[in-house]
């Protein structure tokens, strides 16, 4: 497990491994915390700098300065897909103790399909990316998500992966229930051989 995966780990079952995050896109982090730095830590600062006599109050507006900054990186950092060896993960934050998950298991998956829209999308390759859940109705989504292309052909690769090794075990599991059949068979009843 790699340590930048540990805030997630309450999300995943049993033998569940993160192979990817797929994130907003770090334009939506700068527009999330551009009033929290400017307005909560750099003029507070300038403030000092200019009226040093103020120092408590600038201080105490920093500090709420840096801790909007904290809970708007959070915001941004916590809002993402984790893709798993076993399906998709879909958290959102929406402050500090509002959490939301839903799951989509790679066997359960309907569709995925994204779009880029609009002129600064396109240009910095940002959209929104949707994962259906088979007769359900439930999606997974993520807006504005960086590189929606890539996390398209990564998702599919990954259930792809998931499906063929799951063909596999089936297949083996098959096999050795047919040969327990036949041993089954044999030690009752034997088997007759025609000669």
Request: glycine share 8%; with cysteine; charged share 25%.
């Amino acid at each position: 497990m790699k340590f930048r995966h540990v805030f997630y780990q309450r999300h995943l079952d049993d033998g569940e491994i993160i192979l990817h995050v797929a994130r907003r896109h770090w334009l939506i982090l700068k527009i999330k915390i551009w009033k929290a730095t400017t307005f909560g830590m750099i003029l507070p600062f300038l403030l000092f700098l200019l009226f040093p006599m103020f120092f408590i109050v600038s201080l105490i507006w920093f500090i709420l300065g840096v801790t909007k900054f904290t809970l708007k990186y959070f915001e941004w950092h916590h809002d993402c897909l984790l893709i798993t060896n076993l399906g998709i993960i879909d958290i959102e934050r929406r402050g500090l103790f509002d959490n939301v998950s839903k799951r989509i298991e790679y066997h359960m998956m309907d569709g995925i399909s994204y779009s880029i829209q609009g002129f600064l999308a396109t240009l910095l390759n940002y959209g929104d990316v949707v994962i259906d859940k088979m007769g359900s109705g439930v999606q997974i989504n993520l807006e504005d998500a960086a590189n929606p292309r890539g996390l398209d052909r990564v998702i599919m690769r990954y259930q792809e992966k998931f499906v063929r090794e799951k063909s596999f075990t089936d297949h083996e599991t098959l096999k050795g229930m047919l040969a327990e059949m036949i041993s089954t068979h044999a030690q009752q009843g034997g088997v007759e051989v025609d000669n």
